[in-house]
């Protein structure tokens, strides 16, 4: 009898880890950090002078515009009032089930609007998305345009969009 007792005692001891080693991964999953995603369009230019424009964000301005802006002196460009290029850098929140849901078939528009994932996206989720766009300042033409987005819930680890930007400075840095 005590060997059958001692017997159970261990497998219930198995058993108990397993559900705590199960419960810690599915925890480990709802606080996570949020995925960024960033796509680039067109050849970073060569380097030159830049000034940042139009830049009105409220919070957080010079956390994100700082980090790109040393990203991109780190490629060459100067940061000067007289410059060869302006710099954009756009940021827009919406809800994560407001998009497009489109085909991988379908390069061009993948990505454009992205839905927050496959799955029905949550009702508290958001889509926080960063441009920085490089444009000829004698006429105007867009010559690069970097986008990054990320699915958020507000609340949850929401750092303002600077693992964004940092991802995006990343990439910068990797061309």
Do not use: W
Request: charged share 20%; glycine share 12%; aromatic share 6%.
């Amino acid at each position: 009898m005590l060997l059958g007792g001692m017997r159970t005692s261990f497998f219930s001891r198995v058993r108990f880890t397993g559900l705590i080693v199960i419960v810690s991964l599915l925890m480990a999953g709802c606080i996570s950090s949020p995925r960024q995603e960033v796509r680039h369009h067109g050849q970073l230019p060569s380097p030159g002078a830049f000034v940042f424009s139009g830049i009105e964000f409220g919070e957080r301005p010079a956390e994100l515009t700082a980090g790109l802006g040393k990203a991109l002196e780190a490629r060459g460009f100067q940061e000067t009032d007289r410059a060869r290029y302006l710099v954009q850098i756009a940021r827009s929140d919406r809800p994560g089930n407001v998009g497009l849901s489109v085909p991988e078939a379908v390069p061009a528009a993948a990505g454009a609007f992205p839905k927050s994932g496959n799955r029905a996206p949550r009702r508290t989720e958001r889509i926080r998305q960063l441009t920085l766009s490089i444009n000829s300042a004698s006429d105007g033409q867009e010559l690069y345009r970097l986008q990054g987005s990320e699915v958020y819930r507000p609340g949850k680890a929401d750092d303002g969009g600077v693992r964004l930007a940092n991802a995006m400075r990343a990439h910068i840095a990797g061309q």
